[in-house]
């Protein structure tokens, strides 16, 4: 599982890692089920860190019009 | 035609002039006639002199046109205006202008004449000193308050002149230098008013006299007069008369005028032009003032107008400045990236999903395969089972010792056990007989041998 | 006589004994008759394993797919 | 016999195994039948692997849509 | 983050570093997102300043034209 | 500054110092407030001395049509 | 002994040297104001001589004398 304070772009990564694994014939169910998880997980945390971001940036843009 | 009614009848010009010349030629007087009279009006060409006589003293008298040939002139005798002449020579009429005319051939000066002459003499030698060289000459003062004026107490001119200065301008105080000025010696006491008046500390001199005759204005042409005036630290001015004649005290003097009126003119000029000039310079001199005020009032204002302009202009830069950063820093707005990310984590989340999918159906699949191929396989293995069975049930049918019953024989019993042979049997006796398809019961009846049978 | 818990094939095995006996001539007909009748007892109990087996495949089946 | 806590593909290499006894002659009835049985019960255990970890599957991705 | 008693010129200059900076594409989204936010600060401390500057102006010119 | 008793003149000159320094682009914000502000109060002083300059050429002139 | 004439003359020389310098663009303002009033007191004195006011001219030319 990622940490926190990890970077977006790794978390993005990860994903990729993980939808790959997932097409391998090889992976088990339930490697399988525990790699969707985290990737649920992870897409998850990228969402809210993008969310944030972007309430950050409305923000600071309405901060800026109205002064 | 008769001689006389010829002359009445009107004739040409021409004619006239010819008539004259010819009336003229035939007077011998005419043809060596001596004239006495003063020379004016001289006018020496490159090979004659023209000049007119008049009679001595006489103003817009007569006068006689003259023409001598320079190579009459006499050596001893110095031509010029005002000399008293005698002039002998032939009245001729001059043609062109239908004038007469003497034409000269002696000149010789004559009585008063010989005064001029000397006069002449004097003049030239004073000249010669330079004593009326324009260079010697100083300026009259502009603005004289102290005037003195050597005059007589008695004389006409002098009245005229004091009244009208202290009529026009009583800040200028004039002092009478009290002298004789005609008669014999009259230049001695002239030169030493002169030289009073000269002494008095006034800083103007004014010479002069009323009108009077050529002899009675001559001791203003005296050497004795000339060199006073030269001598005089103070300007002179000096006013000789009411003619245009000039006197050798006009020549030695800074300046001269023709008559006291002029001299008055002279001696105020400065002041009236003062007294023009003044309001002029006070008009100029506020004008001036109000310009430099207006200038500076257009200097403040300009400066307070830049002072403004540039506020405003940095004002604007700087807001351009902001403006372009905002621009700069809104084309970089990472909401952009941000829907990028976004749909990026989207497609991957997709991609998550089918792979979750694809996971779950392979698995599904494998598991089904193996569900389809167990009961087939122990169906297979029970149907093995059964064929074994089945070919074991065919195999015990083919040996089943009942058999034979089928084909008609049958089996006797007595008391269960199988007779093989009749001498096992005793009549009477109870036995069971087993056909192909059920069984029967029967008793013995008889016993019977067969051949052989032992 | 085979025991009632042998197994299906030891009791094919007896048959195939029996019918070999059966099938020599010196074979008494008391004997033989024995014999048949044995055979028959065996051929009947085997066709009870058989079916046993196959309801226990059908029970087994069943309950897999109740499951 | 397997484990309860055998892996979804332990199980079905298991299936495979009792496939391949089952085809084979030498296999007797009552092993037949134990077999199917084992089998029959693997695959059940292998649905319910299945059924869990789709649900598993199916948990992540709401608790993901929710998030 | 700049300073409030920082004077206008530095501000724009930070402003124009956080421009070039996001610019580049090797800035992370989380770095563009403080360095936007912080520009959008600048931005609007910048037009403070200035408005600030021209009512003291506009102090000045009314004081002038009084006296 | 300028000091109080300088000349029209050299507060002029100071005012055109002020307005190319407030036109030249490296002058501050903060330095062109004050600029102004300066420039302000010189026009203010030079007006006072232009209308004291303009009262003594109204004296003078009084004075002279009386006498 | 100044000459009382002259000493008119010097007037007459300064009123007109004065209004040059007064026209003269590098004249500064106080020293505008100055000549000014030094010029009025020259044309007004010169006026009044000229007007003859009797005591003026005796009193001046005593002065003058005296002087």
């Given at each position: 599982m990622s940490e926190p304070g990890e970077a977006f772009e790794q978390k993005l990564a990860r994903i990729d890692a993980i939808v790959k694994e997932l097409a391998n014939e090889q992976t088990t169910l339930d490697r399988g089920v525990a790699l969707f998880q985290e990737g649920r997980t992870l897409i998850t945390a990228c969402e809210a860190l993008l969310k944030g971001a972007q309430e950050q940036v409305e923000a600071a843009t309405k901060s800026a019009s109205k002064a | 035609m008769s001689e006389d009614e010829k002359l009445r009848a009107p004739m040409t010009v021409a004619e006239f002039s010819q008539r004259m010349s010819d009336l003229f030629a035939r007077v011998?007087?005419?043809r060596d006639i001596a004239v006495s009279g003063e020379i004016t009006g001289m006018r020496p060409s490159s090979n004659a002199i023209y000049f007119d006589l008049k009679d001595q003293g006489a103003q817009g008298g007569p006068v006689l046109s003259c023409f001598l040939r320079a190579d009459r002139v006499p050596n001893d005798v110095k031509l010029a205006d005002g000399l008293a002449v005698v002039a002998r020579g032939e009245i001729i009429n001059?043609?062109?202008?239908?004038r007469y005319s003497l034409t000269v051939r002696e000149i010789a000066a004559t009585g008063l004449g010989l005064l001029f002459l000397e006069f002449q003499a004097l003049k030239d030698r004073l000249q010669r000193e330079g004593?009326?060289?324009?260079?010697r000459k100083r300026a009259l003062p502009?603005?004289?308050?102290k005037v003195a004026v050597v005059s007589t107490r008695e004389g006409k001119g002098v009245e005229d002149f004091v009244r009208e200065i202290e009529k026009r301008a009583s800040f200028v105080h004039l002092r009478l230098f009290d002298t004789r000025v005609q008669g014999i010696g009259a230049e001695r006491d002239i030169a030493a008013a002169i030289e009073r008046a000269d002494r008095s500390g006034a800083e103007l001199i004014v010479l002069g006299r009323g009108g009077g005759s050529y002899e009675d204005l001559f001791p203003f042409n005296r050497e004795e007069v000339v060199r006073a005036i030269v001598a005089a630290q103070t300007p002179v001015l000096t006013a000789i008369g009411h003619s245009a004649d000039i006197h050798l005290a006009d020549l030695a003097a800074d300046e001269h005028a023709n008559t006291p009126s002029l001299a008055v003119e002279r001696v105020l000029a400065g002041w009236i032009k003062a007294a023009e000039w003044l309001p002029k310079m006070s008009e100029r001199l506020g004008y001036a003032a109000q310009r430099r005020l207006d200038r500076a009032t257009h200097d403040v204002e300009m400066r307070s107008r830049a002072v403004d302009a540039a506020m405003v202009a940095r004002f604007a830069t700087l807001q351009t400045k902001i403006v372009q950063r905002e621009r700069a820093l809104a084309a970089l707005d990472p909401r952009a990236r941000l829907a990028a990310r976004a749909a990026a984590i989207a497609t991957k989340s997709e991609q998550l999903q089918a792979s979750a999918v694809a996971l779950l159906r392979r698995a599904r699949t494998q598991l089904e395969v193996r569900g389809e191929r167990l009961p087939e396989r122990v169906a297979g293995l029970a149907l093995r089972k059964r064929s074994l069975l089945d070919l074991r049930s065919a195999a015990l049918r083919g040996v089943?010792?009942?058999?034979p019953l089928e084909r008609g024989y049958a089996i006797v019993l007595r008391d269960g056990i199988?007779?093989?042979?009749?001498?096992?049997?005793?009549?009477?006796d109870e036995v069971r007989a087993r056909f192909g398809r059920g069984a029967a019961r029967a008793r013995i009846e008889r016993i019977e041998r067969e051949e052989g049978e032992v």
């Open positions: - | 011998p007087r005419f001059y043609g062109p202008r239908s004593l009326f060289n324009d260079d502009r603005f004289p308050r089943d010792p009942h058999a199988a007779v093989r042979s009749a001498q096992q049997l005793q009549v009477g």
